[in-house]
């Protein structure tokens, strides 16, 4: 089948009634690009759902003309849509062809009988939110879309599926399985061509067999070959073949098909944990959102495959979806970066979390929507494992119990060849029980102000009710029907549970990260513990305020979300720019990767207050020695380091030493006195200096400055340019006390995506042309629209004009 983007040439406005749409005039629609954030170009409230980041729910209405060629009247035609956020309704030429009411989900539009062909057709498609997610979706047509077109006889789609059963030293076996779908209204026996190609296109290994199918039904295609010399796919070594089918009757060719995938093999037991090609792989795992930052939810494959490459570089081998299946998009940058994936399914099954979640389809709809994510993951060497659910509050009863069952062995029937799992939060798992035995009022905070909030106030007590006879009892026959045990902040029982259940695999699924030392030394001394996945890699929009520094509180943190003008979580390693925060260092420091010491200085204008820390978060610490106005005034400086000892230096002079390394949890902290110059940290092993670390106060004239990841970019839609824009001195010192506002503006074949910074309560939008900095920093996301030279000019009050040339070729 001919597969093109059909992402161009879309409007987008407000959902129109029937009757609304014979006397309104439309004006209010625009035209669009897809992928597409509809949500995120609304104002927000100040009343708004810190959920969703006080963007108000809406219901867009997109639609797009297009032109069917009179010959296609002999062609079948299927329009492919990745996700559509949320219950998304379909209509072709004003008749309803389709709905799909999970937004997470692909899915297919037969088109055929509702087209009228030589002529234009009009698709329209409804996306609507309401109250349906606990953090920030998205609305609207948000992954890409497909025009797909094929002859009458054909490969079915997603049937094309590759395994790799048998691996040797020096061969493996690849098995080949696809359908061959005859709509015409005769026999035919078609010849089928399948070759495989390694990552330098050399042809390793190909096979040819006719199939023949009756009118109207299908044929199944199964092939075995031999690849001698395999290259295998493993982390480190991301190889990729690509098998390529090529379907001819009578000589003439009736369709093809490709799909990459990688030769590897998948072990799991209590003594050796996972293997990959039989080596032991512990997962240094991130949990991550779907929303790209500045550019919200639209599901850019450029956008995706920079995310993949900076969690990458910060240390992480495994990323969690969270919570809701992966991008196609991301799953190629996990295939060719070497990134492991679990992903999730679900966040609820028969119980709402939100008041208008998917559990008010999921009896209908699970099975579709299970079939849609194993359909999209089955040829991704970089999935291993499925999740069921996420902290689905039915798994501490039997009734649950079955549900996770029939979603298991629904996954088994598709696909045997990978792991699953279930991300079990154990108080949720035993909350019924909770309300019978803790103070009602407790319980019923806890049901208004939600898990997330429950959790943190409960502090040390959780680890009592996790380790609970209740929890063991009531999680049991959940964990029985997955193959790995998921623990969302279970680890007080990684250890228990090595003796209570000998056979039980675990994967912390989902962890708090200031805690990863603690985590990471249980990782690497237990083989039944697998990996880490902290809460979270990136920080995303919604569940505002969730990982802040709170200062001065007085009492619990009864509501740990924050209301507007919060716009992020304030979690994760990675800003939503995709700069790296000090706990990123940190925990490159934990696992080992990192061997140079690293500093981080806490914000002095909060020096003399209480700071409390939410269990998601970390300190309120930037990595800069520039505190312009706070000359002679005390600062705490925080050094990380898993050498013996560190020393601080300022302006040469020592301030002090301290023993670290992992007995100290990896970190030390100095109180001082600001003066500009330099800091500098020194770490030293048996005496003898390994490593140092220094920064810079800037000083003098404040210079803008800008750069772009790539200077050449693809003049597609499913590309992007990345501008990193900071205020920094002559020597490239950080200004991180100069924010001032900054503008772009986007000459040539291109435009401006998105604009922004991390500052986590900003009321500033992402889709104007000028955005005021955070930490010195921001983030201009620019997309082509065509062919040429694209000029990006970078304003700010003071600074001298930059200049950005991108080519779109």
């Known amino acids: 089948m001919i597969k093109n983007s059909f992402n161009s040439d879309w409007t987008v406005g407000p959902r129109t009634t029937y009757f609304s749409e014979l006397i309104s005039n439309q004006s209010a629609s625009k035209y669009v690009t897809l992928p597409h954030d509809a949500m995120l170009e609304n104002v927000r409230s100040e009343n708004g759902s810190s959920n969703i980041a006080c963007y108000p729910d809406g219901e867009y209405e997109y639609k797009k003309s297009f032109f069917v060629p009179a010959e296609y009247q002999h062609k079948r035609v299927t329009i492919e849509f990745e996700g559509v956020y949320n219950q998304a309704m379909v209509y072709i030429n004003g008749d309803f062809a389709c709905q799909r009411p999970f937004g997470y989900s692909q899915f297919y539009v037969k088109a055929d009988r509702f087209l009228k062909y030589g002529a234009d057709n009009e698709i329209k498609v409804v996306a609507m939110t309401n109250k349906d997610s606990r953090w920030y979706s998205g609305a609207g047509i948000y992954r890409n879309t497909k025009l797909i077109v094929g002859n009458l006889v054909h490969i079915a789609l997603d049937s094309l599926n590759i395994d790799t059963p048998y691996i040797h030293n020096d061969r493996a076996v690849i098995c080949v399985e696809a359908t061959i779908e005859n709509e015409s209204l005769s026999t035919v026996t ?40 395999p290259k295998l796919w493993n982390v480190n070594e991301p190889n990729l073949y690509t098998c390529k089918l090529t379907v001819t009757i009578d000589e003439d060719l009736i369709d093809e098909d490709t799909s990459t995938f990688g030769i590897r093999s998948l072990t799991l037991d209590s003594e050796q944990g996972l293997c990959i090609n039989g080596e032991q792989v512990k997962l240094r795992g991130a949990c991550i959102h779907h929303d790209n930052g500045v550019i ?38 996990c295939d060719r970066l070497g990134i492991l994936v679990m992903d999730e399914s679900f966040d609820m099954w028969t119980t709402t979390k939100s008041e208008h979640d998917y559990a008010l389809h999921f009896p209908v709809w699970w099975e579709k929507d299970i079939e849609a994510m194993v359909n999209k993951d089955y040829n991704h060497p970089c999935v291993i494992m499925y999740s069921i659910g996420n902290e689905i509050p039915e798994t501490g009863s039997p009734f649950g119990s079955m549900w996770g069952r029939k979603l298991s062995e629904k996954i088994r029937s598709l696909d045997s060849t990978r792991f699953v799992t279930n991300s079990i939060n154990f108080m949720l798992a035993v909350m019924s029980d909770l309300a019978a035995h803790k103070d009602e009022d407790q319980h019923d905070s806890a049901e208004s102000s939600g898990i997330n909030t429950m959790m943190n106030d409960l502090g040390d007590v959780m680890a009592k009710i996790v380790t609970s006879d209740a929890c063991t009892m009531k999680t049991a026959e959940s964990f029985a029907n997955v193959d790995i045990a998921g623990y969302n902040y279970g680890e007080a029982r990684y250890l228990m549970d090595k003796k209570l259940f000998p056979n039980r695999i675990i994967v912390g699924s989902e962890t708090f990260a200031g805690k990863i030392d603690q985590y990471w030394k249980m990782v690497k001394e237990n083989s039944h513990l697998i990996g880490d996945f902290t809460w979270t890699g990136w920080d995303y929009l919604g569940e505002a305020g969730v990982g802040r520094v709170h200062y001065d509180w007085d009492g619990p943190l009864m509501e740990i979300q924050s209301k507007y003008p919060w ?28 061997k140079q010491p690293y500093i981080a200085v806490q914000r002095p204008e909060h020096y003399s207050r209480n700071a409390t820390l939410s269990s998601w978060g970390w300190s309120d610490s930037i990595s800069s020695w520039s505190w312009n106005g706070y000359e002679g005034q005390p600062i705490k400086v925080e050094l990380y380091s898993d050498a013996e000892v560190v020393e601080l230096l300022i302006n040469g002079k020592s301030v002090g030493k301290a023993s670290i390394g992992e007995s100290n949890r990896f970190k030390a902290e100095f109180d001082t006195i600001y003066e500009p110059g330099e800091a500098t940290v020194v770490a030293y092993n048996g005496g003898q200096e390994t490593g140092r670390m220094t920064l810079h106060s800037a000083s003098g004239a404040v210079v803008l400055n800008s750069e772009v990841d790539r200077a050449e970019i693809t003049a597609a839609d499913n590309d992007l340019a990345f501008i990193k824009i900071s205020l920094i001195d002559e020597l490239g010192n950080l200004y991180n006390t100069a924010d001032r506002k900054v503008s772009v503006k986007v000459e040539g074949p291109g435009v401006l995506q998105g604009l922004g910074s991390a500052k986590p309560d900003t009321e500033e939008p992402f889709f104007n042309n000028e955005h005021t900095t955070f930490d010195g920093k921001a983030l201009a996301v620019v997309r082509p629209t065509g062919k040429g030279t694209i000029t990006v000019k970078v304003n700010a009050d003071g600074c001298d004009t930059q200049i950005v040339t991108i080519l779109s070729s």
Do not use: C
């Not at 995706?304 to 990458?312: G, M, T, Y």
């Open 190 to 229: 078609a010849k089928v061509l399948t070759e495989i190609f390694d990552n330098n296109g050399n042809l390793v290994a190909s096979d040819l067999s006719p199939v023949t199918t009756f009118a109207g039904e299908s044929g199944k295609l199964r092939q075995r070959m031999l690849v001698r010399e």
């Open 296 to 333: 919200g939810a639209a599901t850019i494959d450029r956008a995706e495959e920079r995310r993949v490459e900076i969690l990458k570089n910060a240390g992480f081998n495994a990323l969690r979806s969270a919570h809701h299946p992966m991008s196609k998009a991301l799953l190629d940058a």
């Open 567 to 594: 716009v992020t979580a304030w979690v994760g390693d990675i800003d939503i720019t995709g700069e790296r925060r000090p706990i990123s260092y940190y925990r490159e420091i934990v696992f080992g990767l990192r």
